[in-house]
C-alpha cells in the first residue's frame, strides 16, 4: 500500500500535464497574444537551423558520438542519484542512530525538498544565461562536495547539510542537461536521441545501488564513509564531462564565448 499511496501525486500530475500543458506556444492560454507570435516564430527558427544544420534522421541520432557522450555524462546522474536516493534512509540512521523511524521519514525528506528548491532556481538561471554546459558542471561540483561532507563529517548536522548539498547538485543538474541535446537534436532525431539518453543511462542506476551497497558491505569501519566517498568521485566524473558536453554554440543556447 506504501507504493500505491506514493503514486497518486505521480498520477494526479500526469493528469494535470495532459490537460493543463499544450503541446505548442500559439495554444498557450497563459501567454498574451504577441508573446505567442515571438515564441512560436523564435522556436520556428531554431527547428530549422538544427534541420540544416545536424538533419533530423532518427537512425543517425542513434548512432551520434555526442549523444552517446551525453549518456555517459547522465550515467553519473543516474548512478548516484539511485543510489544516494536506495540507501538515504538507512544514511540518516546511520547519522542520527537515536531517531525513532518516524523521525528518519521526516528527515530524510529534507534533502529532497531542497533539491527540488535548487532544481527550479537553476534550472530558470541557467536559461538566462544559456550557459547550460557550466550550470551543470558547478551543480556536479556542488554534489562533490556535499558528498565529501556527508562522509567525513563526524556530526550529525553537518553530514545532513552535505546530503543536502548533493542531493541538491544532483537534481538542479537535470533541467540544464536537458537543455544540451537540443541544442544539435531536432525532430525525430530529438525524440529518438533524447529517449536513448534517457533508457540507456539509467542503466548507471540499477548498478549504481549494488555498487555502493558491496562497498559498505565490505567496509570494515561498518560506515558509509567509503560509499560516500565513491559517489563523489563518480559526480567528479560527472562534472570533468560536463565541461566537454557537445553542444552547437551557433543556436547560441551555450558557452559560446559571447
Not at 78 to 89: E, K, M, R, T, W
Not at 97 to 116: F, H, N
Not at 129 to 150: D, N
Not at 232 to 238: C, H, I, K, N, P
Request: hydrophobic share 50%; charged share 15%.
Amino acid at each position: 500500500w506504501v507504493f500505491l499511496l506514493e503514486s497518486i501525486p505521480s498520477v494526479i500530475l500526469g493528469v494535470c500535464v495532459l490537460f493543463f500543458l499544450t503541446d505548442r506556444p500559439d495554444e498557450a492560454r497563459w501567454l498574451a497574444d504577441d508573446e505567442r507570435a515571438w515564441l512560436a516564430e523564435r522556436m520556428g527558427q531554431e527547428e530549422k537551423h538544427r534541420e540544416q544544420r545536424h538533419g533530423t534522421d532518427f537512425r543517425r541520432a542513434m548512432v551520434d558520438p555526442r549523444v552517446w557522450f551525453l549518456i555517459a555524462l547522465y550515467s553519473t546522474v543516474a548512478f548516484s542519484s539511485n543510489a544516494g536516493g536506495l540507501y538515504l534512509p538507512k544514511l540518516i540512521e546511520n547519522r542520527f542512530p537515536e531517531s525513532s523511524k518516524s523521525e528518519i521519514g521526516l528527515i530524510s525528506a529534507v534533502p529532497g525538498a531542497c533539491g527540488l528548491i535548487a532544481m527550479l532556481i537553476n534550472g530558470a538561471w541557467s536559461d538566462r544565461t544559456r550557459k547550460h554546459r557550466r550550470h551543470v558542471a558547478g551543480a556536479a561540483l556542488v554534489s562533490v562536495v556535499g558528498w565529501v561532507l556527508a562522509a567525513l563529517s563526524s556530526s550529525p548536522g553537518w553530514a545532513l547539510v552535505g546530503l543536502c548539498l548533493a542531493t541538491m547538485g544532483m537534481m538542479s543538474m537535470l533541467p540544464p542537461f536537458w537543455s544540451l541535446p537540443t541544442s544539435f537534436l531536432g525532430g525525430a532525431a530529438a525524440a529518438g536521441g533524447i529517449a536513448l539518453i534517457n533508457s540507456v543511462a539509467n542503466i548507471g542506476g540499477l548498478v549504481g545501488g549494488g555498487t555502493i551497497g558491496l562497498i559498505h558491505e565490505h567496509d570494515q569501519a561498518g560506515s558509509f564513509a567509503l560509499a560516500l566517498m565513491a559517489l563523489a568521485g563518480v559526480m567528479f566524473v560527472g562534472a570533468s564531462l560536463a565541461v566537454f558536453a557537445p553542444h552547437d554554440p551557433t543556436l547560441g543556447s551555450d558557452d559560446s564565448g559571447r
